[in-house]
Structures are given as C-alpha cells and as structure tokens.
C-alpha cells in the first residue's frame, strides 16, 4: 500500500514512469498490451504480450494463434492456461522452466527484438532517466510470465543502451 503511494507520489513529480495501459504517455504505450510490430526469431509480432501468453503453450499450432493477438486479447487466452502448475513454458514446442537462464535470456532478446520498433524505442527514450515502475505487476515468478523487476530491468538496460549508442 505504501509502496503504490510513493510511486504516485514519485509519479506526480516528474520522477517515475508506472508502466500501464491506462496511464499518460509514455507509460500508457510502454504497456505490453500496445501494438507494436516487432520479428522475434524469424515470427512477427503485433504485441509483447501476445508473444509472452504464446509461451504458456505447448503447441507450436496453438503459439502461432496467439501470437497474431493484440494485448487484451493474447492476455485472456493465455489466462486460461495454468502453466504455473508444473513452471513450464514453451517457445515453438520446446519447453523450458519459469525460473531457468534461457528464459530470462529468451525475455532479453524479445524485448531487444521490440525495441527495434521505432515508436516502442521513442516512448522508452521518452522515459529519460526516471524510475520505471509496473506496479500493476506481480512479483512472484512462479505466479507471472514476467514480474516487474524482469520488465523494467529489461526496459532500463535497453534504455541505457539506446541513450548511450543513439
């Protein structure tokens, strides 16, 4: 609770980002359900959601029908999915647990393949250097497909990157 209050708070200064679809921009469009078209691995993508709701299934047939979804729509498929039961995901029939390096290394390299979308990479610069928060995010992993620690540590890295490299 206090938490959510100092990051409103922080919000209302001018000193963090919380990322969510109802938020002001940017944080509204950094919000995994906005569409942006982005190729992870030779698939193209219409938003980082679809892509993360896809990995629940094991069916490369299945993936690929969530894959073509936008945001609210990849998120209601994906919620019926109870992979937290057994921590396993899928990328094109090959599984691989929640908590293993390849897929924190399979999350880096998505979110790389996103940030080549230049709308996605001007609204994170957009961010300049204050805090990026998700708070509508949960933090256990074993509970979510990407907590708010994974995602804006991801976004950080890649903005660092960007305001460094141009």
């Known amino acids: ?11 209302w200064r001018g000193k ?18 906005t569409p942006y078209t982005f190729t992870f691995r030779g698939i193209d993508f219409i938003s980082m959601e679809a892509l993360l709701q896809g990995l ?7 993936q690929a029908k969530i894959f073509k979804l936008v945001g609210v729509q990849a998120k209601f498929k994906g919620k019926k999915r109870k992979w937290y039961l057994d921590q396993r995901l899928y990328w094109q029939g090959k599984p691989m647990m929640r908590d293993s390096e390849e897929y924190q290394l399979l999350l880096k390299e998505a979110f790389d393949a996103l940030a080549q979308n230049e709308d996605f990479r001007k609204a994170l ?5 204050k805090r990026l928060y998700h708070t509508m995010g ?14 804006c540590s991801i976004l950080v890295k890649i903005r660092t990157r960007l305001q460094n490299n141009g």
């Open 125 to 129: 610069l957009a961010t300049g250097s």
């Open 16 to 33: 963090a980002v919380d990322i969510g679809s109802n938020g002001a921009y940017p944080a509204d469009v950094l919000s995994n359900f």
């Open 138 to 151: 949960k933090s256990d992993p074993t509970k979510t497909i990407l907590t708010e620690e994974e995602f």
């Open 56 to 62: 629940k299934f094991e069916g490369v047939e299945k």
């Open 1 to 11: 609770m206090f938490k959510r209050i100092y990051i409103k708070w922080l919000v």
